[in-house]
């Protein structure tokens, strides 16, 4: 982890920064979305985003720690800071995207191309998080010795599972 700050505290503080940007792009996102689409029944929004920006903040905090954790168990600690990494840069990617995303969904004019966009950022969403996990796969894969199990355990805790608790609560609140 020390390995980070070798590159100096102002590119942490950076990357750090624009994760943050992305959590909030995030956020803006899936609360215009719901609320374009008639999902909410809120008057405030700005209470809406607050509390879907902190729990994806715990949400990303609680599945760093436990990647470490899971990484310094199978004494792979290295391979767990590198698939730490490859999640905070392919974010990153995605927040600087989702920030264009935003701006075009919020200030459309017509409800049909703000629809529009807001699919196709969900799209954009989805290539990069399975992206993350190709990547993450090929890492796990192109190294002799690594533990498969550290890899499975990593894919269906950590990024499989959130996804599909996700959905289930997607598909359970708003298609009853």
């Given amino acids: 982890m020390l390995k980070i700050f070798e590159r100096g505290v102002d590119s942490v503080i950076t990357g750090i920064g624009i994760f943050l940007a992305y959590l909030a792009s995030l956020a803006l996102f899936l609360v215009s979305y ?3 689409r008639r999902m909410l029944d809120t008057l405030s929004n700005s209470e809406l985003f607050f509390k879907v920006f902190f729990t994806l903040i715990l949400i990303y905090l609680g599945k760093m720690l ?8 199978f004494k792979v600690r290295q391979f767990g800071q590198l698939f730490l ?7 990153n990617l995605a927040g600087l ?18 629809m529009l966009i807001g699919d196709f950022a969900l799209i ?17 894969l192109s190294v002799q010795g690594y533990p498969f199990l550290y890899l499975f355990i990593y894919l269906c805790a950590l990024e499989i599972l959130p996804f599909l608790v996700v959905f289930k609560l997607y598909l359970n609140t708003w298609f009853n």
């Fill in 66 to 73: 436990i990647q470490l954790f899971i990484s310094s168990v």
């Fill in 85 to 91: 990494l490859n999640t905070l840069s392919t974010s």
């Fill in 124 to 140: 954009v969403l989805l290539v990069t998080i399975v992206f993350r996990l190709l990547k993450d796969v090929l890492m796990g």
């Fill in 97 to 114: 995207v989702l920030i264009f995303f935003n701006l075009l969904y919020i200030y459309v004019p017509t409800a049909e191309s703000a």
């Fill in 34 to 36: 719901a609320e374009n």
